[in-house]
């Protein structure tokens, strides 16, 4: 996998460049559908191919593991031809969702014990067995496997998450180097940056990181409850110690601010569940802010649903009939915003590309940044 870095703005940290994998190019920045088992929920691949236009989108090792279980995703020669997706695939380690299951897992230096959360059966999940699990997936890009710790931590705690996840890493690494892909093409690992939101542990998790000269590398445990201004903090600290001609991943972020706010830091590559997750209760994000489709002002507004948007439903359906199907629970209505909202984040990643490309990011983040946050009541 090769990376390269096409230009840097000169007001901010914000970079365009490319991605090359086994399954094609990815412009940055970059946002990523996720596609937590395997498929992006209610939205076909021919639509995140050619309506969309995503690039390359994320699939999670945790729930892949135990649906559909390695050994059908292996009879089906990896991931891509099971789902369908020709373009290349990005999947999270599980250390995150082993992290959200606080209550029913049991971390060690050998790794993490964990109940399955459909049922109840145990589990071990170790790096070396994750990096077999993802070398069966076949995913073009593999994530290393680590703590997540939860926010507010206690700096003990943290230390000693990072250090073994730093341990962990290493065991990734080896296992990763003794092992062939399965699919006959590439695969990379990406490590993840820890340490809470203590600076001098994540300077130290960084500098740790950034001596492993991987393809890329990913800055993980923000976004997971802690006040925006600390994100945007650790974030310009990881990305000042990573290396420059390696992209730089955010895990789980976030709103379309926090996009190009992370951006102008020198973030490359972006995912979250938000765009589809919101869309599906009814929060439309578009260019002139944000708009609550349910609410009562839409139910006789025949306009275009966004005469800004990218997507084909942006000009095939009106707001009021959005509103109404949400109003009677039409399924039609979830495919509906999922897919607007997974268009917008796409074009707004394109449009900042452009940006930083023409020199014009700065000034253009400051205005989309005002109109992003607003609340659009009419």
Known sequence: MEFKLLTTDARSKARAGELHTGHGTVPTPVFMPVGTLGGVKAVHMRELREDVKAPIILGNTYH??????????????????FNGWDGPILTDSGGFQVHSLSDIRKITEEGVRFSSHIDGSRHLFTPEGVMDIQRTIGSDIMMAFDECTPWPCPLEYATDSMHRTHRWLDRCLDRFHATEPKYGHEQAVFPIVQGSTFPELRKASAEYVAGKGACGNAIGGLSVGEPEEEMYAMAELCCDILPKDRPRYLMGVGTPWNLLENIALGVD?????????????????????????????????????DPNGTSFVDSAYSKAFVRHLFVTNELLGLQIASLHNLAFYVALMTEARTKILEGTFTEWKAMMLLRLKTRISR
Request: net charge positive; charged share 20%.
């Open 269 to 305: 590559m972006f995912d979250c569940v938000m765009p589809t997750r919101n869309g599906r209760n009814g929060m439309l994000f578009t260019r002139e802010g944000v708009v609550q489709i349910k609410n009562k002002v839409w139910a006789d507004d025949h306009s275009p649903l």
């Open 64 to 81: 892949l593991y135990l649906r559909p279980g390695m050994e059908v995703i292996a009879h089906a020669g990896g991931l891509h031809r």
